[in-house]
């Protein structure tokens, strides 16, 4: 997605892009007769709109389905090309929204508070799905000036978060006959529709720099560009930051930072408690929201929520400044309600704290920090628990220098998400289990999410140290059908399992789907001779190759990373 293409379309609106995609391939459609225009208005000609959307659809993995969507735009002579792409993603809202209030009346006429509760989580789940999708048809509409790339990105970025939102919304719920009304209810048509919304949105940025498209833009909009981007290659800093933003988060350390609000639990700051200090967060707030969390041991349920954007939370140390909960699956919470931490505005930074749910092996599924904030960052963290223990969930994600322990799946979530230099420790669990350090959820292959492991060290902990090789531990299992992780330039303890990855189940489920890589670790875990022979299974050898899974290209990283304040490497070291 980086390559040439990039500079030729840079400062291209989306809406030119697909004006001239549509206009392309109508004109290849009629053997280069075309009269086609950049600013990309089809022709009144019925057949060649249909053809135009016939070729839009060719790449979807439900042509019908797309073919039904973008047809009522074909047929209808005023359109604009824009238009596509709003109802490829306006469509997918009315299915989701249908399967809100499915869920809503499903919910009605249970009494089982389980399956209510399940219920009620699929509503919160598909309204984030919903919110995602208004946001990304009001991106299509917009004048923002952003390139093309940027706009790829974040689109494909929230089309893959409602995908996630509809698997985490059926995997919640246990009883089969409610599950598959749910399916049948609109979830199924749903991510086939933002499958599609997906494979359109990226193919047309294939077929763009294949073609080599030159675009005459406003050259007043390429001056104020080519200002905007010199400012993002020169300081690394989004659009959005303030310059007050960039001056505070240039400086690294939090002793130069004065924050908006201190938490101190023996009551010599401002609050005693976190979420105190999250609910003074002013409305309507522009810029960061600075917290100091003092040392402490907070034991409360915290979530940033959506409204609550670009916080910068703070401790004394991963060991000083700690979150802690014990909610569990067994303790009848879903996964993804048993969280002590949950950050879902977006741009929250986390540095010098620790995040714990201390539910024990028993408690199985038990989370202590879950992230569904897009540019989320973690630096000098703490993340303790045993099963599930770190919930990357969805978006894009970064995480330096910070200690991961756990057991089953414990670094789980369809998140794209980066982890550099960090220390991942593998538990003893309880004696009939086999620890897995990750679990990728990419359910289809259109999301451009995964997980990428970078010049981490994952090791045993003491108490694992004497079973290590009795109690199995693997680098991961694919959670979903293209579950999408890369370990790389890592060491590796002997205690990994010569095999590397551990089937999900019985039947080769995602086998051969899945894209599972490793790329020049060291250590004697790393011997890759005895690994799975599985189709999805591979070993990197080429540094180009493994070079799309670093922070710059797979993070978008050059537009975000600076303006955490933790070091990153947008690349290789060398
Ligand atoms: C569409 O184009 C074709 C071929 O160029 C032409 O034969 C046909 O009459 C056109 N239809 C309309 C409705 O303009
Ligand atoms: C045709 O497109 C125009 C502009 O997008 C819209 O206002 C109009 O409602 C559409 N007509 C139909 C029949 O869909
Ligand atoms: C409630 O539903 C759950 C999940 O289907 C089931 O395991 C449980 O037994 C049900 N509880 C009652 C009281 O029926
Ligand atoms: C799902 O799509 C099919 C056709 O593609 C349609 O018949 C069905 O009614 C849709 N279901 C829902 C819940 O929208
Ligand atoms: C979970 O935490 C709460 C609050 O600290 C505590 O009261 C409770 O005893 C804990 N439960 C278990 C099983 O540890």
């Known amino acids: 997605m980086m390559g040439k293409g990039k500079a030729i379309v840079a400062g291209v609106s989306l809406i ?10 109508a004109g290849i459609s009629r053997s280069g007769k075309s009269t086609n225009d ?41 359109a604009n090309p824009k238009d596509f792409i709003k109802v490829a993603v306006s469509s997918t809202m009315d299915v989701v929204k249908t399967a809100m209030e499915k869920a809503t009346t ?72 409610l599950k598959s009304a749910m399916e049948n209810g609109g979830i199924i048509n749903a991510t086939e529709l933002t499958s599609n919304a997906l494979a359109i949105v990226t193919e047309i940025a294939n077929i763009l720099s294949a073609f080599n498209i030159p675009i005459d833009i406003n050259p007043k909009s390429r001056r104020l560009l080519e200002e905007e981007t010199t400012a993002l290659d020169g300081e690394g800093f989004p659009t959005w930051f303030s310059a007050a933003d960039r001056k505070l988060l240039a400086a690294r350390g939090g002793a130069q930072m004065r924050p908006n609000a201190v938490v101190a639990k023996d009551g010599s700051g401002q609050y005693k408690t976190i979420t105190a200090a999250l609910n003074a967060y ?6 960061r929201y600075v917290i100091y969390v003092k040392a402490g041991i907070y034991d409360e349920y915290i979530t940033v929520t959506k409204d609550q954007a670009n916080v910068f939370m703070y401790g004394d140390g991963p060991r000083k400044s700690i ?3 014990n909610k569990s699956n067994k303790g009848g919470f879903g996964t993804f309600k048993t969280a002590s931490f949950s950050a879902i505005g977006k741009g929250f930074i ?46 894009r994600q970064f995480y330096r220098n910070c200690v991961v ?74 959670w979903k059908e ?81 303006a955490t304040g933790a070091p990153f490497l947008l690349g290789f070291k060398r």
């Open 323 to 325: 979150v802690t909960g």
């Open 482 to 562: 293209y579950a999408r992780t890369v370990i790389m330039e890592s060491t590796l303890g002997d205690f990994i399992q010569p095999a590397g990855w551990m089937p999900w189940d019985t039947t080769g489920f995602a086998q051969s789907t899945c894209y599972y890589a490793e790329y020049a670790n060291r250590g004697p875990g790393a011997r890759t001779n005895r690994r799975v022979r599985w189709k999805g299974v591979h070993v990197i050898t080429d540094r180009r190759e493994a070079a799309q899974f670093t922070a710059g290209p797979f993070l978008s990283g050059h537009l975000w990373l600076r």
């Open 106 to 177: 499903l919910s009605k006429n249970i009494d089982n508070s389980t399956q209510k509760n399940a219920l009620a989580d699929c509503n919160e789940l598909l309204q984030y799905a919903v919110d995602d999708l208004q946001e990304s048809i009001s991106m299509v509409g917009d004048n923002e000036l952003k390139t093309v790339n940027e706009r790829v990105a974040d689109l494909t970025n929230w089309l893959s978060a409602v995908v996630a939102y509809q698997q985490t919304c059926l995997d919640g719920i246990s009883h089969p006959e």
């Open 350 to 395: 986390a540095r010098g704290m620790g995040f714990r749910n201390t539910a024990g092996p028993e408690g199985h599924q038990a989370v202590a920090l879950r992230v569904q904030s897009d540019f989320a960052a973690f630096y000098n963290c703490r993340m303790d628990g045993y099963q599930d223990t770190l919930y990357v969930q969805t978006y």
């Open 38 to 78: 950049a600013s990309g208005n089809i022709d009144n000609n019925l057949s060649t709109g249909m053809k135009a959307v016939k070729t839009i659809c060719e790449p979807t993995d439900y042509k019908d389905v797309c073919m039904r969507t973008l047809g009522t735009v074909a047929n209808n002579g005023t």
């Open 16 to 25: 030119l892009v697909v004006g001239v995609v549509v206009g392309v391939v």
């Open 405 to 478: 322990s756990g057991t089953v799946d414990f670094i789980f979530g369809d998140s794209t998400t980066v982890m550099q230099n960090c220390l991942i420790i593998a538990r003893k669990p309880m004696d009939n289990q086999q620890n897995t350090v990750t679990a990728h959820g990419r359910a289809i292959k259109r999301e451009t999410t995964g997980l990428v492991i970078q010049n981490s060290r994952i090791v045993p902990e003491q108490k694992l140290f004497p079973v290590r090789f009795k109690i199995p531990t693997f680098l991961g299992r694919p």
């Open 282 to 287: 002013p409305k309507n707030n522009k810029g």
